[in-house]
């Protein structure tokens, strides 16, 4: 019996530990230059956009906020991310910087 617990924790734990397994962290890491994103995070963090990310008082601290908050600042350039892209940005945004599980 205890094994089986033990089996189901495991499974569970591993479904959690890459929460944008089917995005593509090189093609997010494209997209961010495609879209200009840190260009906009510039202006807000002074020198170095990406500094947004890993400031002190960030606001994203779960992978639905991070969903949540791309959709929020591609929507104020006007553009519609595809669920893939969305995906994409995810995985380089948390593999680089955020690090969700
Ligand atoms: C129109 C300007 C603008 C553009 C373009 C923009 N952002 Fe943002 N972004 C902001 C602002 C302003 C904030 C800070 C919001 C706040 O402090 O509540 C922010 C915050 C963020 C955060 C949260 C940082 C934190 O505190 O943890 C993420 C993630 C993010 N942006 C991702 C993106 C991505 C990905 C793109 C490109 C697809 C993008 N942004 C494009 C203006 C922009």
């Known amino acids: 019996m205890k094994k ?10 591993a479904a959690h ?3 944008f397994a089917k995005g593509n962290a ?3 890491r494209q ?8 260009s906009c995070h510039k202006g807000k963090m002074g020198g170095d956009g ?6 002190a ?3 994203v601290t779960s992978a639905d906020i991070l969903i949540d908050r791309m ?10 991310l595809t669920e893939q892209e969305k995906l994409d940005l995810a995985a380089h945004l948390n593999k680089t ?3 969700f599980k």
Request: proline residues 2%; hydrophobic residues 35%.
């Open 50 to 55: 990406s500094a947004i990310y890993t400031r």
């Open 31 to 38: 997209l961010v230059a495609k879209y200009d994103c840190n």
């Open 17 to 19: 530990a890459e929460p």
């Open 57 to 59: 008082d960030r606001r």
């Open 4 to 13: 089986y617990l033990f089996l189901a924790l495991l499974a569970a734990s």
């Open 71 to 80: 959709e929020q600042c591609s929507g104020a350039i006007g553009k519609q």
């Open 97 to 99: 910087y955020y690090h």
């Open 26 to 28: 090189e093609s997010g």
